[in-house]
C-alpha cells in the first residue's frame, strides 16, 4: 500500500511569516511529486510540481525534495490570510497518484 | 483555455439509483482520472483513463464503473446507490507523463 503522510494540523503562522509544510511518502519509486492547495468547498489547485532532488521556486512558494530521505516540503513565504487553506501533498510512481490527507494552514493577521 | 468540466455539479438520489456523472478534460489532454473525496477519507482514487483505455482502477466495489470516449470526455457510473457514496466526485484531466493533473469544480452527490 502506497502512503503519503502529512501532518493534519491546523499550522499556524503569522501573516508575513515562512509557512513549512511537510510530506513523507512510503514508495522509493516515485518520480513526480505535486503539492495542490484547496480552499473548503473548493477542488484542488495545483500549486507546485517538482521531479528531482533539490529545491524549486515560483514565486512565494518553494518546493523541496529529498528522494533519499523519501522527504517532500513546501515553503510559502510572506504568508497572506489568502493562503488559509489545505495543502494537499501528492506523489506519483508506477501507480496513480497518491494523495495525503492534507494540511490545514491558517494565516492569522 | 477551458479547464475541465463537470456536470452536474449536484446531485440527490435515493439509495438503490444509479447515477452517471460526466467530466470534460482541458482540450489536448488525453487522461481522465477519477476521484472521490469525503471528511474522513480524503481522495480517494477510483480510475484512470488514457486515450479511452482504462489504465489504473482504485479499490472500489464494482458498483463503480467508468469510461472514456474517443474525444477524452469521460463518464462516470455508480450502480445501487448507498447511503455512504454520499461525497465529492472529482475529475482531473492529464496531458501524460509527468502526469501533472487538473481538477474540475467536481460533482456533489448527496444519496438519501
Known amino acids: 500500500q502506497k502512503e503519503v503522510e502529512q501532518n493534519s494540523g491546523p499550522l499556524s503562522v503569522p501573516e508575513g511569516a515562512i509557512a513549512s509544510l511537510n510530506c513523507t511518502y512510503s514508495d522509493r519509486g516515485s518520480q513526480s511529486f505535486f503539492w495542490y492547495r484547496q480552499y473548503s468547498g473548493k477542488s484542488p489547485e495545483l500549486i507546485m510540481s517538482i521531479y528531482s532532488n533539490g529545491d524549486k521556486e515560483d514565486g512565494r512558494f518553494t518546493a523541496q525534495l529529498n528522494k533519499a530521505s523519501q522527504y517532500v516540503s513546501l515553503l510559502i513565504r510572506d504568508s497572506q490570510p489568502s493562503d488559509s487553506a489545505t495543502y494537499l501533498c501528492a506523489v506519483r510512481g508506477n501507480t496513480p497518484l497518491v494523495f495525503g490527507k492534507g494540511t490545514r494552514l491558517s494565516v492569522i493577521a | 483555455k477551458a479547464g475541465v468540466t463537470q456536470t452536474p455539479r449536484y446531485l440527490i438520489k435515493t439509495r438503490g439509483q444509479q447515477v452517471t456523472l460526466s467530466c470534460s478534460p482541458i482540450s489536448g489532454h488525453r487522461s481522465v482520472s477519477w476521484y472521490q473525496q469525503t471528511p474522513g477519507q480524503g481522495l480517494q482514487f477510483l480510475f484512470e483513463?488514457?486515450?479511452?483505455?482504462?489504465?489504473n482502477k482504485g479499490n472500489f466495489p464494482g458498483r463503480f464503473s467508468g469510461r472514456q470516449f474517443s474525444n477524452s470526455r469521460s463518464e462516470m457510473n455508480v450502480s445501487t446507490l448507498e447511503l455512504g457514496d454520499s461525497a465529492l466526485y472529482l475529475c482531473?484531466?492529464?496531458?501524460?507523463?509527468?502526469?501533472?493533473?487538473?481538477f474540475g469544480p467536481g460533482t456533489r452527490l448527496t444519496v438519501t
Open positions: 483513463y488514457f486515450s479511452e483505455t482504462q489504465r
Open positions: 482531473a484531466s492529464s496531458k501524460g507523463p509527468p502526469w501533472e493533473q487538473y
